[in-house]
């Protein structure tokens, strides 16, 4: 008898310590805010902007030939927009500034953000991948551990981009 009074003892304290528990998916404590992303200029607030975006001032657009011209002899900057990657996830679609041959900054347009655990991902992942590409000025990169489908969807729309630039 004192067995069972037992084994029924330690069944209910496990029972109560694992209902305790807190996983990483206990909801909003794994969330970040994205306006911190969105303020350092590397992605492109989804809320304002789209694939129909407006090029900023001075830069050229993808059909138009070289773009505007500067005064101090530098190369002409072009803005070219890569196709929209349908990834498991969600859309991943990739926007280029180009000067001469070099990459001079990179826009990501749109990305998975339909729930938290996509808003996190990609707040980490899509600043390295966005350094990654200015630090080897093309699309041969690394993909980010833990965000495969958005760097491969990322990477492919990169790398139309370069493309249509003529890199």
Not at 1 to 29: D, E, N
Not at 128 to 142: C, E, K, P, S, W
């Amino acid at each position: 008898m004192r067995r069972i009074a037992l084994w029924f003892a330690s069944t209910v304290a496990v029972l109560m310590l694992l209902a305790g528990y807190h996983t990483s998916f206990a909801g909003p404590l794994a969330v970040t805010s994205t306006t911190s992303v969105y303020s350092t200029g590397v992605l492109a607030d989804p809320a304002t902007s789209g694939p129909s975006t407006a090029p900023a001032a001075g830069s050229g657009t993808t059909s138009g030939s070289a773009g505007s011209g500067s005064t101090d002899g530098t190369a002409a900057s072009t803005t070219v927009t890569g196709d929209t990657v349908q990834t498991r996830w969600g859309p991943v679609q990739v926007e280029v500034g180009v000067a001469g041959s070099r990459i001079t900054g990179v826009s990501v347009l749109q990305y998975p953000d339909d729930n938290p655990e996509d808003v996190r991902i990609n707040d980490y992942a899509l600043p390295i991948l966005v350094d990654a590409t200015m630090t080897a000025q093309g699309a041969d990169i690394d993909m980010v551990s833990g965000a495969t489908y958005t760097s491969v969807g990322y990477q492919q729309s990169l790398q139309s981009a370069l493309d249509r630039a003529g890199l």
